[in-house]
């Protein structure tokens, strides 16, 4: 009688002891979501922000550049195709959409810097240095939401803690990859 008690008794401290890792570990998953979708709300704003921005520049410009016409024209789709994707929360497409349009920034910033009327704009000059900020917050706002998806990511792959994860229906975040062509200098051909 008291082996079956004890048995019991312990049965109940197991399933007690269990109760209360899943809970925790269900709250700390949580937790590391709302940290992950915090980062991506805040990149996301900036990104706006961002997508907004440039076609103030581009009309600026493109006003003293007529000949850069189809330039302009394929800078306003990839800006469409990364603002479509970043609604769409469709990192892959963001990711290939971004490179992009990384890609056509030193294009955009020699143009620019070919007509010095438009370096001498001090709107464009205002819009320019805003957009550098900008760039440099979307970087920053990058590493942010690939460290805390990184965290998420791990955390729900680690044994045991991958059960919690599929109990919760916790999934894989994919990370912001967006090579930095900014640094590269394009060479200006007429």
């Known amino acids: 009688m008291v082996v079956i008690l004890f048995a019991g008794f312990f049965v109940l401290l197991l399933g007690g002891v269990g109760m209360v890792w899943i809970v925790s570990t269900w709250n700390r998953f949580h937790k590391l979501e709302r940290a992950v979708e915090l ?20 009309e600026m410009v493109k006003g003293y550049a007529k000949h850069e016409i189809q330039f302009f024209e394929q800078l306003f789709i990839a800006r469409q195709a990364a603002s479509g994707a970043l609604l769409a929360k469709n990192l892959p497409q963001l990711n290939m959409a971004e490179s992009n349009l990384s890609q056509m920034m030193p294009r955009f910033n020699a143009l620019s810097e070919a007509y010095p009327e438009v370096k001498a704009d001090k709107h464009f000059l205002d819009l320019s240095n805003k957009l550098v900020r900008l760039e440099e917050q979307l970087a920053d706002g990058r590493e942010y939401y690939n460290s805390e998806a990184t965290v998420f990511n791990t955390a729900i792959g680690m044994l045991p803690d991958t059960i919690v994860a599929s109990m919760k229906g916790a999934r894989r975040r994919d990370l912001i990859d967006i090579p930095d062509f ?9």
Not at 182 to 190: G, I, P, R, T, W
């Open 39 to 58: 980062s991506w709300a805040n990149y996301e704003s900036l990104a706006k922000m961002k997508y907004e921005m440039l076609p103030d520049l581009t």
């Open 182 to 190: 900014m640094h590269n200098d394009y060479v200006m051909s007429f």
